[in-house]
């Protein structure tokens, strides 16, 4: 099968190549496992995080992706949950222990990372851990929803805000134009400011129903209850925690954070950033509950996924532009 394969981690330049195309065996399914042709899968910023070994895998070569859609092609012994041709999703949870805190567990197994992934033509999981994807969505559309958009729907959930309440997104790519459509329907009576870079995002975000949109360093109308951050810099933790409201939460939605502006934690201030019972909390994986539960509450909505597609063999060029921070919603490969 053809297979676009991680051989070790590098830095990401303007003109890398961290992935090369292999012609991989098609795996066979285990007991209680599936066997997926892949039709797309999404491309997240941790498949940065991996190829520039900020969360490496522990070997090599691995194939990356996590936000895959598919078809059932074969079924493992014991395999009952799902038919032949049934579509469904993998998120970046490949396996762990089924427990409540799945997700912080030393058995938690990340999908392209830990074990092969969805820039392939095929991939197997454990039925446990595939979703039936619904109809609302077409698969490039789907494919962000497992893992930019349930992550998002977890973080969301750790913000513990109220309807009425005050919500801040820092950082608007693949998760934060999902997150905030959730939150809009969600929390009808909420104000949700949104902090980007570019003018571009800005945009998008006021057509996505922000009330408010600006820089990472504007001021925006109020103080905010809650905000989340799912940048990979340092920055806009800082001018997060200084916009809360005293007793504010911030939620990290971040596998790891860059080193490029590291430093600036020495502004770090307690007084202005801290104090008053401000909160910080990170967003640790996810579990498979999470994706279950948010898949039917998106096409409830329906969420409006934004994507821009590539082929498989294009997967460089992709991860180049998240890298950049070209950005306007979801980065997806088409595998077919």
């Known amino acids: ?45 941790t498949e940065l995080d991996e190829i520039e070994g900020r969360t490496p895998p522990d070997h090599f070569p691995i194939i990356p992706g996590h936000e895959v859609v598919g078809l059932v092609a074969k079924l493992g012994r014991g395999s ?9 999703g993998v998120g970046w949870i490949h396996s762990s222990d089924g427990s409540d805190e799945e997700n912080l567990s030393p058995a938690f197994c990340a999908t392209g990372r830990d ?15 595939a979703y039936p ?43 934060g134009h999902l997150v905030l459509q959730l939150a809009r329907h969600l929390y009808p009576n909420s104000d949700i400011y949104v902090f980007a870079r570019s003018d571009v995002e800005q945009e998008f975000a006021r057509e996505l129903g922000a009330n408010w949109s600006g820089d990472t360093d504007a001021a925006p109308p109020s103080l905010l209850d809650a905000i989340i951050d799912t940048t990979p810099a340092w920055k806009p933790v800082l001018a997060a925690l200084a916009r809360l409201k005293p007793g504010g939460r911030l939620i ?31 967003v640790a994986n996810i579990t498979h509950r999470d994706i279950r ?37 979801a980065k997806v490969l088409s595998i077919k």
């Open 133 to 175: 994807i619904p109809e609302a969505f077409d698969d490039p559309q789907a494919a962000p929803l497992l893992c930019a958009g349930s992550i998002g729907y977890r973080a969301l959930k750790l913000a513990q805000i109220d309807d009425g309440q005050t919500l801040g997104l820092t950082g608007f790519g693949g998760s």
């Open 80 to 88: 009952t949950r799902f038919g032949i041709g049934e579509r469904v």
């Open 252 to 282: 990290i939605n971040a596998i790891r954070k860059q080193d490029d502006d590291r430093e600036l934690l020495s502004s770090l201030r307690y007084e202005e950033h801290l104090w008053l019972e401000k909160e910080l909390k990170s």
């Open 1 to 45: 099968m053809r297979a676009m394969v991680l051989e070790n981690c590098i830095e990401m330049g303007p003109d890398a190549e961290p992935l090369v195309m292999r012609d991989m065996p098609r795996p066979t399914p285990a007991k209680n496992e599936i066997l997926i042709e892949v039709s797309v899968c999404g491309v997240c910023h």
């Open 115 to 129: 074990v092969n992934g969805g820039y392939a033509e095929f991939m197997t999981v454990s039925e446990n851990y």
């Open 293 to 329: 539960e948010f898949l039917p509450v998106a096409a409830q909505i329906p969420i409006s996924v934004e994507t821009e597609c590539f082929a498989l063999e294009d997967a460089n060029v992709a991860l180049r532009g998240l890298r950049a921070g070209q950005l306007r919603g």
